[in-house]
Antibody, heavy 127, light 108 residues
């Protein structure tokens, strides 16, 4: 069974740092492209960023609100995805989900979707 | 940046058909994916690439995409279908993922 389990959430002061982890099992993690998606309380889903598999370059992409502050990394030997969050702001308060990205190429170009998702971990940025 | 617009809420009578729209500029040229999220739970993929259902998703869920509107259709709506629904695309021009604003479906 495919499983994603996030951890590391908690309360942090504005300007502080936090590292989230996502432990993966039930699939070949090293081949997977992985993303983080967040959801502020009572709000919609917001893509945070992703990391490609090492065989596909291991590169990262980030949404504008977190670029330069957040870093996504992976440890394939531990089947674990990470999200390092620095210079946190109150607007970063959200449940953070890790998810496996599925990719597809056709005449329309590149497309991706997310399946499955972890249960999420809550990050609260407040003084 | 690319935007996806959904109605805030949709109500449907038990056993009837609900249609949730997702509007975007020339969205018909993109692949659209749909997620269901029940309160306190993680999102679940219900439709991918416009009209494909993952295994385990009932045939009552279907999707279409053309022009400037993609549509998720829930046939024979059940109480268990009450949830928030989000559409999602990949915007190739910015290399960013975009989610719709979300629609709350209520089954009466």
């Amino acid at each position: 069974e495919v499983q994603l389990v996030e951890s590391g959430g908690g309360l942090v002061k504005p300007g502080g740092s936090l590292r989230l982890s996502c432990a993966a099992s039930g699939f070949t993690f090293s081949n997977a492209w992985m993303s983080w998606v967040r959801q502020a309380p009572g709000k919609g889903l917001e893509w945070v960023g992703r990391i490609k598999s090492k065989t596909d370059g291991g590169t990262t992409d980030y949404a504008a609100p977190v670029k330069g502050r957040f870093t996504i990394s992976r440890d394939d030997s531990k089947n674990t995805l990470y999200l390092q969050m620095n210079s946190l702001k109150t607007e970063d308060t959200a449940v953070y989900y890790c998810t496996t990205e599925r990719n597809y190429y056709d005449s329309s170009g590149y497309s991706n979707w997310f399946d499955p998702w972890g249960q999420g971990t809550l990050v609260t940025v407040s003084s | 940046s690319y935007e996806l617009t959904q109605p805030l809420s949709v109500s449907v009578a038990l056993g009837q058909t609900a249609r949730i729209t997702c509007g975007g500029n020339n969205i018909g040229s993109k692949n659209v994916h749909w997620y269901q999220q029940k309160p306190g739970q993680a999102p679940v993929l219900v439709i991918y690439r416009d009209s494909n259902r993952p295994s385990g998703i009932p045939e009552r869920f279907s999707g279409s995409n053309s022009g400037n509107t993609a549509t998720l259709t829930i046939s024979r709506a059940q109480a268990g279908d009450e949830a928030d629904y989000y559409c999602q695309v990949w915007d190739s021009s910015t290399a960013l993922c975009v989610f719709g604003t979300g629609t709350k479906v209520t089954v009466l």
